[in-house]
């Protein structure tokens, strides 16, 4: 389970916020919007987000920061 300490530890420039659910919320590839990753088993967002978002770099391979970079590009 993470604790919002945890969300400090985030790297990923597009991450927006967690929820208390199996749900992460990131910038999209749509200007104004964001988009919604939910989880559906447990575990799944504490380990995507020890992968991806809260990992050194490791946020590059992530699909929803690649598609969000896009309109930076």
Partial sequence: MLYD???KRVNCPF???GTKSRSIVCESAIEGANV???FLKAGGKE???TSFCC???CW???VL???AMEKYE
């Fill in 65 to 67: 920061y690649q598609n």
């Fill in 15 to 17: 991450f927006v916020r």
């Fill in 5 to 7: 300490d945890d969300y």
């Fill in 36 to 38: 919604q990753l939910n």
């Fill in 47 to 49: 380990e995507y987000m």
């Fill in 60 to 62: 590059r391979g992530c």
């Fill in 55 to 57: 990992s050194d770099g």
